[in-house]
Each structure stands twice: as C-alpha cells, then as structure tokens.
C-alpha cells in the first residue's frame, strides 16, 4: 500500500511543475538564468558577458533527480551506496563529455549537446562498469538491480530533462499546418509557441511564433510515466520487467518520435539517433535475457532513503549538479553586453 502512495504522490508532485513549465517556458523570459561579465569593459563601458541558462540548470537538475532516483533504488534493493557513487561516477565521466563527441560526428556541430547520445553510450556502458564495480566490491553490485535502477531513473531523468529543450527552444516539433489534420485537430489546445530570436526554433529555423508540436511535452509525458510504472515494478521485486519498461518505452518512443520534430536531423529519413535508440532497445532486451533476475523480494524504503541521506552522498550529489551545470549551462551560441549605473536618486 504504501508504495502505491509513494508512487501516487510522486506523480501529483510532476505533474504541477510540467503543467506551469508547458505553459510558461516557450516565453523568451525563461531561456536566460544570468549574463556573467567578462574581466573588463570594452571602449564603450559596457561588458562582454557569458550567458548561463535555464537549459543548463534543468539537465542538471533532471540528472540530479534521476541519480537520487537511482540511488533510492539501489539502497532499497540492498545495494551498496558506494556502489551507486562508483557508477554514477563512471557514467557521467564518459557520458557528460560524450554528449559533445557525438553531437559533433552526428550533426557536424561544434558548440552543441545530445542528451540521446549521450544516453545511448551510457546504455551501451553501463551493464560492464557494474560488473567491474561488483568485482571490487566483492560481488555486492548485481546487475540486473543495477540496470532496473539505472532504467527507472533515467526515464525520470530524461522525462524531466525535456523541460530544458522547452526552456532553450531545442528539439522542436513540427508546424502545425505541415502534420496531418487530424493530428492538427488534436494537437492544437496543447500546441507551443515559441518567443524570442535567440531560441533554436527562432535561428534554426524561423519558427518562433508559430504553433507546433508540442513534442518536448510529449515526451516528457511518455517518459516520466514510464518512470513511474518501471519504480513500481521495482518496489514490488520485479526487476526485469521494470528495466524492459522504462527502456522499451523510452528508446521506442525515441524511435517514433523523431517523425514529429522539425530540427534538424540529417538528410536521411531515418536520423543516426533513430539507430541508436532501436540498437539501444534491442541491446536493452538483449541485457534482460543475458542477466535473468527472478522475483525479488519487495524493496525496504527505508533503507533507501537512508542511502541518500546522509553528508558524504549528498555532498556527492551537489557537486556532481555543480559540474553538469557549469558544463551544460554555458552558453556557446548566445552572447550579451551588459552595463551598469548608479541609481543616483537611492544615494
């Protein structure tokens, strides 16, 4: 019963910051968090500033969510804390810079990030780092409770993620007026409109202002239910069908919902992201077969959640939101000149 409740509270608590996030972060106010001044005025007084943005604080704060979704996780299926830090740590040494490296061999893009990309390596490294985690431990980091984990939360993670493709304008779906009318008829109440020359919609494409599909909402729905189902499945002992849940729907509708968007994607009708996302559900049921995991016995929520509450992991936590931050929300494409003065009247 109570981790119904559990499961019921956690998706009343997602669901009032989606519903104000779907409505307010298409506006030009929330792709900016600050403008950073360089280390001296130009000829004119004003300053060249870094920009760091909404993007950049919503990847770290889904990752941070999806890790202490992992971490509960773990903890309650009696795995050892230092067993999540040691493969939350090896996963974002490779994954954070890895999200770079593709970007730029898929999409031949510099100063840009792929969260799917990034994904995909991480799936693909994940079940191998366990068993050299377990190894050093002495056997202590099983790897289908890993994988279950590591699935639930990163459909948390992921799901909540979208909020930042929301928030910089990313990852945009189609005009209304180029799907299908039926489609348009159901979509439109939920469509986004985009503000602001310095979204992606805006200088990628020209799209700011007009209605289209609210795919980043979407998404986040899909993933973040998906979430919810594979962290009730791994509360009552179900491990593989709780790894087999999140990746299947997440990676499946990866797969679909690239159709629907309009950024750019490649030339080809199936985008390399698309491949991705079907070798990373193939190798995801592969892993299923390759790690069987009967019944478990249900979860001990309490141990749980001391596994996250304690100095030395939420320390952990925080510096790891600190560099996801500082990596993802600094902005390359954007500048700012900023300028200062005295309010002469409040001297």
């Given at each position: 019963m109570i981790d119904d409740l559990l499961v019921l509270g956690l998706a009343v608590l997602l669901a009032v910051p989606l519903a104000w996030a779907f409505r307010h972060l298409p506006g030009e106010r929330w792709q900016f968090l600050a403008a950073v001044p360089g280390t001296r005025p130009g000829a004119d007084g004003a300053w060249e500033g870094t920009n760091y943005t909404f993007y950049g604080l919503f990847v770290a704060s889904s990752s941070l969510a999806g890790m202490l979704?992992?971490?509960?996780?773990?903890?309650?299926?009696?795995?050892?804390?230092?067993?999540a830090v040691l493969i939350i740590a090896g996963l974002v040494t490779v994954t954070l810079p890895a999200a770079?490296?593709?970007?730029?061999?898929?999409?031949?893009k510099r100063y840009t990030f792929t969260v799917g990309g990034a994904s995909f390596i991480g799936l693909l490294l994940v079940p191998w780092l366990t068993l050299l985690v377990s190894r050093l431990l002495g056997g202590e980091a099983p790897v289908m409770p890993v994988l279950a984990a590591i699935g639930v939360g990163y459909a948390f993670g992921e799901g909540l993620g979208r909020l930042a493709c929301i928030s910089f304008g990313c990852c945009y779906g189609k005009p209304l007026d180029r799907v299908h009318p039926r489609?348009?008829?159901?979509?439109?109440?939920?469509?986004?409109v985009f503000r602001g020359p310095t979204k992606k919609i805006a200088y990628a494409d020209g799209l700011d202002g007009r209605a289209v599909v609210p795919i980043q909402a979407v998404t986040s729905v899909i993933y973040l239910l998906s979430g919810l189902a594979?962290?009730?499945?791994?509360?009552?002992?179900?491990?593989?069908?709780?790894?087999?849940?999140?990746?299947?729907?997440t990676q499946g509708w990866r797969f679909l919902s690239e159709f629907l968007r309009d950024d750019e994607r490649g030339?080809?009708?199936v985008s390399a992201y698309q491949v991705m996302a079907?070798?990373?559900l193939a190798y995801g049921v592969a892993l299923a077969v390759a790690f069987p995991c009967g019944p478990a016995s249900a979860a001990d929520l309490a141990r749980g959640a001391r596994a996250l509450w304690n100095p030395g992991m939420l320390l952990f936590c925080q510096v790891l939101w600190l560099a996801i931050f500082l990596r993802?929300?600094?902005?390359?494409?954007?500048?700012?000149?900023?300028s200062f003065r005295v309010l002469r009247d409040r001297v």
């Open positions: 979704v992992f971490i509960f996780l773990l903890g309650a299926l009696a795995v050892r804390p230092l067993a770079g490296m593709v970007a730029r061999i898929v999409e031949k489609l348009r008829r159901f979509v439109r109440p939920w469509a986004f594979g962290f009730h499945l791994a509360l009552n002992g179900h491990l593989v069908p709780a790894f087999l849940c999140t990746i299947v729907v030339a080809q009708r079907l070798i990373a993802t929300g600094r902005s390359r494409v954007t500048a700012s000149r900023i």
